[in-house]
């Protein structure tokens, strides 16, 4: 556990204000490690009150890092303070959007990532027998500007045969955690935070439960005229889940979130309804999401979707 800082200026060099992150929870992986998740919890929450639901689910081959969100004065509360990844007044689309604070967070997200796959532990592989295998027998070294190693294996016919073991990056969240999650889609896809920054890390999946999409009048103006912007949004695997019942989030700020993305060319998309479904998660909506998990990411067990 951590707690960390965080502040992000705009390409001109304006200064900005500096948030505080609470403390950063872990889940590691108890199989081999193939993906790391970054997963936000919903207004008012903390990181804590998710590891503790991710760590029992059957998906043992991720680390899931789960963040503490700032305390700040919310609108939406009348300005009193409490655990937000922005500020929000109301899930309209007509409402201002806290462009420095949803950049700080997408930021911060990023950070927590940009450290992978430096920490997987080969501890964690099926025996000890294997263990050794690697240590005695393996050159390892990482390469630059992926989420991967390169493997030089010296027992195969004497021969140098190089292996690439990615670990896939992905965020997800529930409620403006989901929000924040779909935030730091737009910012890869576009390339940049709001600010005009490089955005540094690779994605391969997002997750939002019960949440909306930040931004959405600025979506189309990010994406127009990059071809590049326009291949990784057709290729980036999306899963959206929203309850019919939600008396927080609408239903329909989810689905209208959901159409907005497809519009705008985000083409991998998947959008779960779920009947009588508030404001929470239930075993039948976790269920579809480590089984979609499993298939994207392509961890071990994995069958098509």
């Known amino acids: 556990m951590s707690n960390t800082s ?27 490690h193939q993906a790391t998740i970054v997963w936000l919890h919903g207004l008012g929450d903390k990181g804590s009150s998710w590891s503790q639901l991710l760590e029992t689910l059957p998906l043992s081959n991720i680390k899931w890092i789960c963040p503490t969100a700032p305390t700040r004065p919310v609108r939406l509360f009348g300005g009193f303070p409490c655990t937000a990844w922005f500020d929000v007044g109301d899930f309209s689309e007509d409402a201002p959007d806290d462009l420095e604070g949803l950049d700080a967070s997408a930021a911060h997200v990023a950070n927590l990532l940009s450290t992978e796959p430096a920490d ?95 931004c959405s009048r600025n979506l189309r103006n990010r994406m127009e005229g990059s071809h590049e912007a326009a291949r990784r949004a057709a290729s980036l695997p999306i899963f959206l889940c929203h309850g019919l019942g939600d008396e927080v989030v609408a239903y329909e700020h989810g689905k209208r979130s959901a159409e907005n993305l497809s519009s705008a060319g985000f083409r991998n998309l998947t959008f779960r309804t779920y009947n009588g479904l508030g404001h929470y998660t239930i075993p039948e909506e976790t269920d579809e999401v480590c089984n979609w998990l499993t298939a994207t990411l392509g961890l071990d067990g994995s069958q098509s979707y």
């Open 6 to 32: 965080s502040s992000i200026g705009s390409v001109s060099g304006t200064a900005t204000r500096t948030f505080e992150f609470g403390r950063t929870h872990v889940v590691r992986p108890k199989g081999r």
């Open 120 to 214: 997987i532990d080969w501890k964690n592989k099926e025996s000890e027998v294997w263990e050794n295998y690697v240590k005695n027998s393996f050159t390892f070294s990482p390469y630059s500007g992926q989420n991967s190693y390169l493997i030089c294996d010296n027992l195969r016919e004497g021969r140098c045969a190089i292996t690439n073991l990615s670990v896939k990056l992905g965020v997800g969240g529930f409620s403006m955690g989901a929000a924040t999650a779909l935030y730091s889609a737009i910012c890869l896809v576009s390339g940049n935070y709001g600010n005009g920054n490089l955005y540094p890390v690779n994605l391969s999946a997002i997750v939002g439960l019960s949440g909306w999409l930040p």
